[in-house]
């Protein structure tokens, strides 16, 4: 079993739509989570972290983490054609042993159609 | 800052030649790493440095597999000898270590296909 669950989709919606993108994880040791995009052809960029469990809000995109049911996911609201894209989750370990090593989901491809 | 900076973009090679991938991480990062994507596995971790020391290489799938920092600006990962199943985008990625926002930024890759 990987550490790290996230259905590849593909997810395709309508210009518009509420897009939903979610992980589970199997390590209680994660305390840092993280939402990476990826353009075609791109490196992933960070989009969202977060380290406590409940809500982070930014612009249309709110992060959510469960810890208690080792859960998170991104919601995207008012999904535009420019999100169209691969969104990875990411997660990290607490304290300084980890250096930054990030444990990766499978990636989400999104396509949002005008 | 430009940024991580990875060489080639592209890269194509025969079966049991040897390639190497250059990785020059964003100035003042100390830690280092390198990924593996492909469309099964995703991104997968195979080895990452600390202030040019190794720390840990247990996603190195297999001996052919090798890596080096020689200095806080530079890197290599290299594959001697290459096999199809080696295909796949390579990313190299640094973050500063120390507190707890501390992002990795990615190149943009390495695409290697081994014929």
């Known amino acids: 079993q990987k ?7 593909p997810l395709s919606v309508p210009e518009g739509a509420i897009v939903s993108l979610n992980c589970t994880y199997s390590n209680s ?10 353009y075609s052809r791109k490196g992933p960029e ?17 992060a959510q ?4 049911s080792k859960y998170i ?22 304290g300084g042993t980890s250096y930054g090593k990030l444990t990766f989901g499978q990636g989400t491809i999104l396509t949002v159609h005008p | 800052d430009a940024g991580v900076i990875q060489s080639p973009r592209h890269e194509v090679t025969e079966m049991g030649q040897e390639v ?34 190794p720390i840990d290489d247990s996603g190195m799938p297999e001996d052919r597999f090798s890596a080096k920092m020689p200095n806080a600006s530079f ?27 501390t992002e990795a930024f990615f190149g943009q890759g390495t695409r290697l296909t081994v014929v």
């Open chain 1, 3 to 9: 550490e790290v669950e996230q259905d590849p989709g």
């Open chain 1, 29 to 38: 040791a994660f305390q840092y989570f993280m939402w990476y995009r990826q």
């Open chain 1, 46 to 62: 960070l989009l969202m972290y977060t380290y406590s469990s409940g809500n982070k809000e930014d612009g249309r995109f709110t």
């Open chain 1, 65 to 68: 983490v469960d810890k208690s």
């Open chain 1, 73 to 94: 996911s991104l919601f995207i609201r008012d999904s535009q054609p420019s999100d169209s894209a691969t969104y990875l989750c990411a997660m990290k370990l607490g």
């Open chain 2, 20 to 53: 190497t991938l250059r990785c020059k991480p964003i100035s003042g990062h100390n830690s280092l790493f390198w990924y593996r994507q492909t469309m099964m596995r995703g991104l997968e971790l195979l080895i990452y440095f600390n202030n040019n020391v």
């Open chain 2, 75 to 101: 890197s290599t990962l290299k594959i001697q000898p290459s096999e199809p199943r080696d295909s796949a985008v390579y990313f190299c990625a640094s973050t500063k270590r120390g507190g707890m926002n």
